[in-house]
């Protein structure tokens, strides 16, 4: 899909925010060392046959040891704003006990850094890497998770507050309590609703109390959570395909916000929900609420749905882009740039959003190393063809505050181990070297009168 792309960062508005994002376990590495606890994405990655070709982050992209490297090369690349997030179990190993200095100083590094490089740190406490001691308790599962989170963001509003002043809570609630402790396709690999019903009740609270933490805590903090979303069309114009549609989009992209706002959880448009109710205790409906400075979407596709007799609970099914002669990215997304418009728009019509940013959005395609170039000119059109979509959201009047670009480096991708890569930076995983891709040159240009 070529674009005629003509945009600069000036035509986002002064105060549209750029940058990058990535995470701790796709990144870092340095898995067991300098009194690092195992997180469940360790233990996950170490069993057979989960993960394509039974790969795993115990090195990952060396962000432990290489991050000076990085980060230089992201202020070279003229990005000032960098979003990370930090892993649970590097900074208390066993998730709820003793501290680990170490792992503190590591982040101290990497927090510094960005600051001496002028590149301002977005903070994640949350991506996905719950600490194994803590799995072993029931982890999201257990009501218990509640004190465990309230200590571990304390500690790291008060650690890191003074330095770190935009944060985020959650990472995409949806997918690591839907992949993680429904389907078992993710760490910690649980399934059925028994364990996906309180997973859900347990992060919707989780959200907002690390918002009040973090809000209480660090002085002038911008606090936000980020949402995974992907519009979803019908499969046909008929009442059984419209319904099947209403309710995989209440399950992705409305259940963990509508409570977050105070709505309650939808249980309307999607019945099942109702059985939270064993899990709700009274005034958790207060408890989920939360008035964040910013909402963090992270859109990658749009979903096609069709009615399905055989989906238990929900009775509607997504028709894997590979059969709709669609363009597909390495993961089988449809590349769909009005979806992000109209997450964007759909995200605006809920009241008290005071500020929505772009924290993820990205493709992966298979990368060509030619004479020490890459010329990722698939990746390169999404990008554009995205911005053009985040740019006449704008115009039409639509609140869109930023757009970080998913992700800095290639890295390791969850169940799709390194075969997919996302990165602006190419990353040889066998020496580690670092090579910037043509769309990593552009966005490099791009920014470059910010
Ligand atoms: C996640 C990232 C992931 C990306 C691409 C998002 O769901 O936050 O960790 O790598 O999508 O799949």
Redesign the pocket.
């Known amino acids: 899909m070529p674009t005629n792309f003509k945009l600069k960062p000036q035509d986002f508005g002064e105060n549209f925010v750029w940058g990058v ?1 990535n ?1 701790a376990y ?1 990144t870092e590495g340095a898995y067991n060392v300098n009194g690092k606890g195992l997180s469940i994405w360790d233990d996950f990655t170490s069993q057979k046959g989960k993960i394509h070709n039974n790969e795993h982050a115990n090195v990952a992209v060396d962000f432990f040891n290489k991050y000076k490297e990085d980060i230089l090369l992201m202020k070279s690349m003229n990005i000032p704003n960098f979003r990370f997030s930090l892993s649970w179990s590097r900074i208390i190993p066993d998730g709820n006990g003793e501290v680990n200095q170490q792992g503190i100083d590591f982040y101290n590094r990497v927090i510094n850094f960005c600051l001496e490089c002028n590149i301002t740190p977005w903070v994640t406490l949350y ?2 890497d719950l600490p194994l001691a803590l799995e072993k308790q029931g982890g999201w599962t257990n009501r218990a998770i509640l004190g465990w989170f309230e200590k571990y963001t304390t500690l790291c509003a008060n650690t890191f507050g003074d330095r770190v002043k935009h944060w985020m809570v959650l ?2 609630p949806m ?1 690591f309590t839907g992949a993680g402790y429904f389907l078992g396709v993710h760490a910690p690999g649980k399934k059925g609703l028994k364990n996906f019903l309180p997973a859900i009740h347990h992060a919707t609270l989780c959200q907002a109390l690390g918002g009040r933490i973090l809000k209480k805590t660090v002085k002038n903090g911008i606090i936000g959570t ?1 949402f ?1 979303c992907s519009q979803i069309t019908p499969y046909k114009n008929t009442r059984k395909h419209n319904l099947a549609a209403k309710k995989a989009d209440t399950l992705l992209n409305r259940l963990f916000i509508e409570p977050l706002l105070g709505m309650d959880y939808p249980t309307e448009s999607l019945p099942v929900l109702k059985r939270l109710k064993a899990y709700i205790k009274p005034g958790d409906d207060k408890l989920s609420e939360f008035e964040f400075d910013f909402i963090g979407i ?1 859109n ?1 596709t749009r979903e096609v749905v069709k009615h399905s007799y055989f989906v238990p609970y929900i009775q509607a099914k997504i028709i894997k882009a590979s059969k709709r002669q669609v363009e597909t990215t390495l ?1 089988d997304w449809e590349v769909y740039p009005p979806s992000i418009y109209n997450m964007i728009k759909q995200f605006n019509q809920y009241k008290n959003i005071k500020k929505l940013i772009i924290t ?1 959005n ?1 493709a ?1 395609f298979t990368d060509v190393v030619k004479n020490e170039n890459i010329e990722d000119t698939k990746r390169l059109n999404y990008f554009k063809s995205h911005l053009e979509q985040v740019h006449k959201a704008q115009q039409d009047g639509l609140n869109i505050d930023g757009y970080f670009a ?2 800095f480096t290639d ?1 390791f ?2 169940a799709e181990g390194y075969k ?1 890569r ?1 990165g602006l930076v190419h990353v040889n995983f066998s020496n580690q070297k670092r090579t910037i891709k043509s769309s990593g040159k552009w966005f490099k240009s791009f920014l470059e009168n910010l």
Do not use: D, K, L
């Open positions: 994002s995470a796709q991506h996905w990472n995409e997918v980020t995974s992270q990658y993961m993820e990205g992966a998913w992700t890295n991708e969850w997919a996302f």
